[in-house]
């Protein structure tokens, strides 16, 4: 099973400045994908196969990365930004999650 | 539009089972995989595993091939998933979920929150 390691796990920014955040997997992936869940909602599809924004994502964020390191970024902090955010990938029949990432608001 | 719908609480005694229900509407879930995932109080998603429904055929992650048994009826377009043996560490939300076009989740349900208790 492939294990994916997202860093920071937690952390703070401030209305407009550069967010990223990473996911390493075990070993080399073809496709990373990532969620956006704020509490009490289900997970919602961010970006997938790495780099494409889910309908009705802002274009803010982005996606980039390749074999066992991936990063999503936001240029420019906004306050909706605060939620988790997990990496996914697939893999010989098995999906696996990141720990998720918590952004909050500085 | 594509929704899945399921319950909102399930309460399970330890040692009893639970069948979970999520219905598609929008999409014929033959055309798809259905899956299933958890999240612990406070913790992350956790993939339990997926049904096909065109055929039954289904793959599970290891720790839960002898807890989750995932079904499915085309003819109503639900999908199902019974836990057995409920623990207090089944305790969870359990969310289903679709992949359509890739290995990704595309539609999620809004979870049922399945507490175990005595």
């Known amino acids: 099973e492939i294990v994916l390691t997202q860093s920071p796990t937690t952390m703070a920014a401030s209305p407009g400045e550069k967010v990223t955040i990473t996911c390493r997997a075990s070993?080399?992936?073809?496709?990373m994908h990532w969620y956006q869940q704020k509490p009490g909602a289900s997970p919602k599809p961010w970006i997938y196969?790495?780099?494409k924004l889910a309908s009705g994502v802002p274009n803010r964020f982005s996606g980039s990365g390749s074999g066992t390191s991936y990063s999503l970024t936001i240029s420019s902090m906004e306050t909706e930004d605060t939620a988790t955010y997990y990496c996914?990938?697939?893999?010989?029949?098995?999906?696996?999650f990141g720990a998720g990432t918590k952004l909050e608001l500085k | 539009e594509v929704q899945l719908q399921q319950y909102g609480t399930e309460l399970g005694k330890p040692g009893t089972s639970v069948k979970l229900s999520c219905k598609v509407s929008?999409?014929?879930?033959?055309?798809?995989?259905m899956h299933w995932v958890n999240q612990r109080p406070g913790k992350g998603l956790e993939w339990i595993g997926r049904?096909?429904?065109?055929?039954?055929?289904?793959i599970y992650a290891e720790k839960f091939k002898s807890k989750a048994t995932l079904t499915a009826d085309t003819s109503s377009n639900t999908a199902y998933m019974q836990l057995s043996q409920l623990k207090s560490d089944d305790t969870a939300i359990y969310f289903c979920?679709?992949?359509?076009?890739?290995?990704?989740?595309?539609?999620w349900g809004q979870g049922t929150l399945v507490t175990v208790s005595s």
């Open positions: 196969d790495t780099s």
């Open positions: 929008g999409y014929n879930i033959r055309s798809t995989y």
């Open positions: 996914q990938q697939w893999s010989s029949n098995s999906y696996t």
């Open positions: 049904i096909d429904p065109a055929n039954g055929n289904t």
């Open positions: 979920a679709m992949t359509t076009e890739g290995n990704w989740f595309a539609y």
């Open positions: 070993s080399s992936v073809s496709y």
